[in-house]
């Protein structure tokens, strides 16, 4: 199961954040998206990304131009039929997942593999939506993909070991950490990271501390490079608030209920830094 030629459905985040990964490393990209102005968002994205690479000196000019030319964007699922390996990093919605694998299914090669970036969803849901759950596959990436060497590699109960050992090649291939994870609501990182930045919210919303005290605490206080609240608005508090009702709907344990305040600053519109406002506030540039 060579793969050779990505897809990418998503140029957000994730999306333009795991072609670029896939393209310093010298791999064909496709990156998809819905419209042309998202499409554009993420190559300027990218650009930027390795314009600072470039003015550290931690890579070339002409190295940038050839990741560059490793993508091609489209705004069709259609475009991603002849790849080997599509990896699908749209928002965390069950039905939308879905739906997204259904037609990428129809669409692509019969051993292209299918693959999610989801944070929480269960990949045994998304391949029984297919014909092929033997070549589906979780691949969990960390924000911000291009440093961030970890990721988690998820066996839904149909996925085939030959799919694994493809798709765990692949990521070492592009300097990734593969690690194995059992298909399971939030699988490793999120199981823990994501009750913790529930709490430092719960203890927010008691008003044990202003967020900056909470942030400054779990900084000096456990060694964290950044506090949990600013984690959080990094993430996306919509990205929290589903991670946390998937945990919790998937174990129907209480210690993972979503806390109030959180679900009710998301009423207000308030999802961290892609909207300006969070926990901490972000001036446009």
Known sequence: MGIGKIGVVGAGTMGNGISQAFAVAGREVVMMDVGEAQVQRGIDTISTSLDRLVKKEKM???QKSAAMAHITTATSL??????DLVIEAASENVNLKLKIFAELDELTKPDTILASNTSSISITRLAAGTKRPGQVIGMHFFNPVPLMALVELINGLQTSAATYTAVEKLAKSIGKAPIK??????????????PMINEAVFALG???????EIDEAMKLGCNHPIGPLALCD???LDVELAVMQVLYEGTKDPKYRPAPLLVEMLEAGYLGRKSGKGFFEYPAK
Do not use: Q, W
């Open 78 to 83: 259609a475009a991603l039929a002849d790849c």
């Open 60 to 62: 070339s000019a002409d």
């Open 181 to 194: 994870v059992k298909n399971s609501p939030g699988f490793v990182v999120n199981r823990m990271l994501c």
């Open 206 to 212: 008691e008003g044990l501390a202003t967020a900056a």
């Open 234 to 236: 990094l993430i996306g």
